[in-house]
């Protein structure tokens, strides 16, 4: 992973999807600076539609849940974690058996709803 050096530009960071067939790549509309947040985790959202995303701020007292879409690039943000001082990035999230909710451990638990 590379990490700028002081007084160094911060490396840019996006998100694109391609078909295992091959084919034109779609990219997530993430919002904001691709040099000043993170990609912090990145996986399926229990499905072959939707990414879910980590997007912290440089700061990493921001992390926001956002599902994005493989095929069009639409991004929607379902949660906002924060704190002054900072938060963790949640490695364990868990989705129900339908697959239609999933839970967030922070400093506190959250369980949330697909939206749609």
Not at 39 to 55: F, S
Request: proline share 3%; with cysteine; glycine share 8%.
């Amino acid at each position: 992973m590379q990490y700028p050096k002081v007084g160094t530009t911060n490396s840019a960071a996006t998100v694109g999807v391609v078909s295992a067939d091959g084919g034109k790549t779609v990219w997530m509309n993430i919002p904001g600076d691709k040099r000043n947040n993170y990609i912090a985790r990145m996986d399926w959202a229990d499905n072959a539609q939707d990414l879910l995303i980590q997007h912290m701020n440089r700061l990493q007292n921001t992390n926001k849940l956002m599902f994005c879409n493989a095929t069009t690039g639409a991004v929607k943000t379902v949660f906002t974690d924060t704190d002054k001082a900072w938060v963790d990035a949640c490695d364990d999230i868990k989705w129900t058996e339908d697959s239609k909710s999933f839970t967030y451990v922070s400093g506190e638990i959250y369980g949330f709803a697909r939206p749609g």
